[in-house]
Each structure stands twice: as structure tokens, then as C-alpha cells.
């Protein structure tokens, strides 16, 4: 039984390049969550996706930053146009139904790094 | 003021000795509560899970919240050198990972 799988682990992407984040969830989990780690600072929610739907995207920067999740395939984040400040560690983690009062887990992280 | 308030450390420990690891809230909905383990370059690791108030064990690890005065903590006995990571408490009004607030976590040094 797999965990999340995120991929690439490490990304290195030219400023105002475009950078591709990809989460496929625990099978059997319907729900996507993607977080970004700034160094010594905790986990910051950016998007809540299930198949199909954006659920809550408060956490997302209001430009550059999208997210899907296909009914087909792994979940994506996208950042356009990468900026130096964009370079940080992204977490997906993903939970079967959160009406079940279950908690979520972790993929291993993207460090996306913007030189 | 942040949402939830977690010492960084570090907190150096020798081998065996008792560790208590604490996070403050302002949020008073929050109502899960977790710890999360994280060793370096790694993702979270879920070590436990509380709902509401109340302790809870697993093995050498306890969790303790105090919905009251907006406390958790969670406990370490017999520490070992493989404890040494960053140790971040979390917490949600809603199940799930949904809007979880993280703590900036606690780094962990045990000393053999």
C-alpha cells in the first residue's frame, strides 16, 4: 500500500519558468491537500482540492499559483512564472473522507528551488 | 498574534531522560489535534492524533489537551537518539487535513 507520491522530490526551475508539482494520493483517498514549508517555519495551507473540485483555496497566492485535480491522474500544482521567493518545500497530503474524522498524510515534499 | 505558538528550540535532551513538547492556540473551534514528526528533508510523519480534550497514549509517546487554557503537549518518555527531528503540532476545526495550522515546529536533539 503506497503512500502519497509526490514528484519530482527536487525541482530547479529559472525565474519565469513554470513549475509542475504532482501528488497522487493513498489509494482509496479522495481528498487533496497541498501545504508549503518555508524554512524554519511550519507548514502554511494553500489549496484543499477533491477529484474534480477546488474545495477551499484561501492558502493559494492570488496570482501565478493554480491547482486541479483530474478525475484521472495525479493531483498538479502549477506556479507560473517562478520567483525567488516561490522556493520553499511543498507538501500534498491526502485523507480518505473528512467526514470520517480521519487525519491526513504526508507525501515525502517537492523542494522547488528558483535560482 | 499567530493562530498557534510553538517554541523552535532547539531542545537538547541526553538518552533516556523525558521530554515535554508544548504548542498555545488562540483558536477556540479547533477541536483535532495532532503531532506530527519530521525528520530532515522529510515529510510530516502522523505520531498522534487527539480529538477534543483529553490524553492519549501510544507506546512511549503521550498527548495531552487542554481545551480550557487552549494547551497541548505531548510527551516523550525514554527518549532516544532516533526521537532526534522536528516535532510540529497541528491542529483543525474540521476533520481531515482540511485548513490545518501548523505550529513552526520544535527541533529535537537526543544526545547518546
Known amino acids: 500500500n503506497a503512500g502519497v507520491m509526490q514528484n519530482p522530490r527536487h525541482l530547479v526551475r529559472r525565474r519565469g519558468q513554470e513549475a509542475r508539482l504532482r501528488c497522487s494520493p493513498m489509494k482509496g483517498h479522495s481528498h487533496v491537500y497541498w501545504y508549503r514549508q518555508l524554512p524554519e517555519e511550519g507548514l502554511k495551507f494553500m489549496v484543499y482540492l477533491q477529484k474534480e473540485n477546488i474545495i477551499d483555496e484561501s492558502g493559494m497566492p492570488k496570482e501565478r499559483f493554480s491547482a486541479e485535480f483530474p478525475k484521472e491522474g495525479p493531483s498538479i500544482l502549477r506556479i507560473q512564472q517562478v520567483v525567488r521567493g516561490d522556493s520553499a518545500a511543498y507538501f500534498c497530503?491526502?485523507?480518505?473522507?473528512?467526514?470520517?474524522?480521519?487525519?491526513?498524510?504526508f507525501g515525502q515534499g517537492t523542494r522547488l528551488t528558483v535560482v | 498574534q499567530k493562530e498557534v505558538e510553538q517554541d523552535p528550540g532547539p531542545l537538547s535532551v541526553p538518552e533516556g531522560a523525558i521530554v515535554s513538547l508544548n504548542c498555545t492556540y488562540s483558536?477556540?473551534?479547533?477541536?483535532?489535534f495532532m503531532w506530527y514528526r519530521q525528520y530532515s528533508r522529510k515529510g510530516p510523519e502522523l505520531l498522534m492524533y487527539t480529538y477534543s480534550s483529553g490524553n492519549k497514549e501510544d507506546g512511549r509517546f503521550t498527548a495531552q489537551v487542554d481545551k480550557s487554557s487552549k494547551y497541548i503537549s505531548l510527551f516523550i518518555r525514554d527518549s532516544q537518539p532516533s526521537d532526534s527531528a522536528t516535532y510540529l503540532c497541528a491542529m483543525s476545526a474540521l476533520a481531515g487535513g482540511f485548513k490545518t495550522i501548523f505550529g513552526a515546529g520544535t527541533r529535537l536533539f537526543v544526545k547518546a
Open positions: 497530503a491526502s485523507s480518505p473522507d473528512r467526514e470520517q474524522n480521519t487525519e491526513a498524510f
Open positions: 483558536n477556540s473551534a479547533f477541536q483535532y
